[in-house]
């Protein structure tokens, strides 16, 4: 676990925190931290979520932090379903662990590859033919589907105590000179249209992008990949949630590069 730290009139740097050790279940596969939307501790004690960790043994471990909210977890089993879980329901919690509602439909043409939280209803899942679908976990509805190349990619991921979008990698790379480049886009619902734009942003690596995180207190969006590099941005067409107007800036810098 890293901190980010900030001081006046200097750049933000990187510090390892902590290493949580997780034992007798093998390899940690993902891990998930799981806030509380749109809701700031009054405390330094007080719950801000949960850290969701999958691991080899087939097992999702929940480390929780105890207060209310943030107890929706979704996850993607091996068969391409999405399962997902209600912490705060008793009656979904037995002397095996919790019990997760499934949801698969038969027009799926790919299994899901990952799922995450738009809205406490809304689940964003990506699939692997590179489709972008915006599910409600009430009805099973479609509200929204992404198909298109350059856009719509094969994971998701969201940061729902600022953004109201979706941040969409690991779509069709594309070639500039003589390198190819993977990139980030964000996508938001424009419900009064019904409808959706979507903004690219500057995040790009080469060949293949891992994984993209955006931080809860500034927006900062993280993203790394192949390359190795750890990209930091910020854009100004990112809106927070409630906000009435964007701007129209966009800055970026490496905070990390490994090298051999």
């Known amino acids: 676990i890293w901190n980010v730290i900030r001081v006046p009139e200097k750049k933000p740097a990187l510090r390892p925190c902590c290493m949580v050790q997780i034992k007798g279940h093998g390899m940690v596969m993902k891990l998930k931290w799981c806030a509380k939307p749109c809701n700031t501790p009054e405390k330094d004690i007080d719950a801000i979520g949960y850290l969701a960790v999958a691991t080899a043994s087939g097992k999702v471990l929940i480390y929780r932090l105890a207060d209310g909210g943030g107890d929706l977890i979704a996850a993607v089993n091996a068969a391409g379903a999405i399962v ?9 919690v037995t002397d095996e662990g919790l019990l997760g509602a499934e949801m698969i439909a038969d027009t ?6 990952d799922a ?9 899942v990506s699939f692997r033919e590179r489709t972008i679908r915006l599910l409600d976990t009430k009805s099973g509805d479609c509200l929204l589907e992404e198909t298109t190349v350059r856009t ?21 790379p594309f070639a500039t000179n003589d390198s190819t480049f993977a990139g980030v886009c964000y996508l938001v619902p424009d419900q009064k249209n019904d409808g959706y734009f979507v903004v690219p942003l500057s995040n790009r690596h080469e060949l293949q992008i891992f994984d993209v995180a955006a931080c809860a207190t500034n927006g900062l969006l993280v993203s790394c990949g192949v390359d190795g590099a750890l990209l930091v941005s910020t854009n100004g067409r990112l809106a927070p949630a409630y906000a009435m107007m964007d701007f129209t800036f966009s800055a970026q810098r490496k905070a990390l590069q490994l090298t051999r």
């Open 84 to 92: 997902f879980w209600e912490l705060s329901k008793k009656e979904y």
């Open 108 to 113: 799926w043409s790919s299994p899901a590859v």
């Open 116 to 124: 995450c939280w738009n809205s406490d209803r809304t689940l964003a």
């Open 152 to 172: 719509a990619g094969a994971k998701a991921a969201t940061q729902l105590r600022l953004f109201p979008g979706v941040f969409i990698f690991q779509a069709e």
